[in-house]
């Protein structure tokens, strides 16, 4: 039956919605911003033009057409405003480095780690030398107990407080920078988080012995959600003995996901149930049906208010608001925003006593989260939500239960309501696994299995008890054992050695066509149609990183900040030249860059080759080898090193050499002779030559003056069209006779964003440019490519993929912060 005119959408609505979502998406893929009066003014012509379509007598399809190009104009305008405005307040590179005394408020719960604290900060006023200054309006600030913060500060153990809570007002000594970040292919985009966070600036509180102390000043009432979700955490942690678990109930009560273990979350991601471990759109729908349950039960004990109005939509609007604070509360992430817009627009619909076709509900939930935060458009969580629902809504609903099965009684309807369940994850698996190897490198083959069993014990049996231990703690020691009892079952799974596939990400057409084609195969609807889905997946499945041909190789210097990671490719072979820095406990470059690169190329690793021991050389290289179990290790680490039990190692050592695809590859450093005195790590680097017989490469390591004069002496084959800097730039490197000799092209730095140690010393960059020797710092650079077939062309990441988001360090000086 046909639903009644009445109760249909409007024609304007779905171009107007669907600009909404186009403008956001075309204003996202500009590389710079235009100036501000451009996107007001193009703002407001395409409102007011608008208006005037929407009155006008026009139909048809030049209505639509106009609706569609209007709101997209007017969207892609607002959005380029609200980002022009934003970056009106990034801050002054004159005051990156500076010791600044700032007062402000703690804007959100801190996150604890074992170096210390991160909080986002709101500065109320700041002073420079005892004169006033402008800052960003939020920034993010670390207080560390020991180790790097972005710069030279460490803080005393007694100097760091037991809690800093939202809401409070603090008094400290802080320096800050831009907000900047690595851009590697298929990589995190930092500042692009930050971004969407509303931070301008990054930082540390400078709390050494010589720096005025950090005071907090009062308890404010500001953020009264920060604070609430504050105390509930630390309840929390009160509670629950076991650091791990009481994280993650952490993150299924307020939301807070930093508090899982990069373990927990490796085997969430093999299990596929990662999508459980937070505030999902499943736990606010679940919600949301007892609020409104409970708040219609006890609506109908109330004769009045039931005349007022019906119990059935005050339990509806009730589930509603009480779904969306539940969602604020957990932080707002998108699948809460989503479940909360859509479960709004359907109850709207119903309280109005209409029924619009999926499409429009679903377009308009979409089209209102990109209205609010269109920067939403670049998350993985907007894709993966939207599009499950959207298959979900497009496969069809099951068929209604015969008559028999409520005769037969609760059985039968719980049978039907697992086999319900059961195809609707078979669905949501088949149709998302192109969009995760797109977006992820890998998928889950344990996937629908575990989430049959996740998915109802976590939101059946752990979300429940976790809300319930608000009321009452106790409650949280019996979620964390559910929890316990679930990780178990989800350690098994991922240990299976066909628990993920991982294949090289498919470009986005190949993603999106294999999206179409899983939808396809999960319908319901004719065998012959659903068959068409096969071939639509066939380009996901067999695509291939393209590689070099016989006798040529690449080069991708990785941006890791302050360390070297580099991977070569020859036409059948791998090579990964360092593994960058440690970040923390918990976070490094092998697990942050190196893996994701690798995943998403298909990589096979052949041969690891570390320098020598420093770590910011070997800080990642853990990650790398337990994900490349075949990979061999060549390194000049001693004998003992905690990486040898991992995969023992073979010494470096000059002479040694081999060919791969006509390609090759000769160790120049260290002599045999140099292990004897065991000096410093720096001149034990093993320094690596790639020659491809009209071009080459040296990667340098960390060697110093003396071993360059080694080099020399010993005559080795130095010249190179491209040369990893040796020692970041080090003043102690880079000597004139080191630079005559190999007489490179080009020279590839990788060094952090105003690093504390001043690489690239200024004298060392004056050699390289007297000579003419084009220069990529990769705070400038971004991951940087080098192509042996074109010699003479170095590409960059961030010049290659521009985002106006992005930090453009050659505004500020990278020096020594």
Known sequence: MDTPAAAQPGSALAPLLLGVVLGAALQLRQPRLWPLAWYVAGAALACALLVIVLRSRVRGALRTFALLLLATVLCAGTTGWRAASFLETRLDPALEGADLQVTGIVAAMPHRSEAGLRLRFEPGSAQHEGRAVALPPQVMVGWYVGGEGGGEGLAAADRLPGDVRPGERWQWTVRLKAPHGNVNPQGFDYELWLWEQGIQATGYVRAGPRDPPPRRLAATWAHPVERARHAVRAAIYAQVSDPRLAGVLAALVVGDQGAIERADWDVFRATGVAHLMSISGLHVTMFAWAAAALVGRLWRRSRRLCLAWPAQHAGLAGGILLAAGYALFSGWGVPAQRTVFMLAAVGLLRLAARAWPWPHVWLLACATVVAIDPWALTQAGFWLSFVAVGVLFASGPASAAPAQDERRG?????????????????????????????????????????????????????????????????????????????????????QLPFATWSAPAPPLWAGAAAVLGGLLLAARAAPALRLLGVPLMLPVLLWQAPRPPAGEFELLAADVGQGNAVLVRTATHTLVYDAGPGYSRESDAGQRVLVPLLRAGGETVDLVVLSHRDSDHTGGATAVLRMQPGARLLSSLEEGHPLQAIRPSTRCSAGQHWDWDGVRFQVLHPAAEDYEGRGKPNALSCVLRIDAGHASALLAGDIEQPQETALLARGAPLAADVLLVPHHGSRTSSSDGFLDAVHPWAAVVQAGYRNRFGHPAPAVQHRYQERGIVLALSPRCGAARWDSRIARVLRCERREAPHYWHHDAARSDTGEQ
């Open 410 to 494: 609760r059985v039968a309807r719980l049978l039907r309501a697992i086999a319900s369940l059961a195809r609707e994850q078979w669905v949501v698996t088949l149709a998302l696994a192109p969009l995760s190897l797109l977006l992820f490198g890998q998928v889950s083959l344990v996937g629908l299995l575990a989430n049959l069993v996740a998915i109802p014990w976590v939101t059946l049996v752990v979300t429940p008890l976790g809300l319930a231990g608000v009321l009452a703690a106790p409650l949280w020691n019996l979620a964390a054992q559910a929890l316990d009892l679930l990780g178990a079952v989800l350690r098994v799974l991922a």
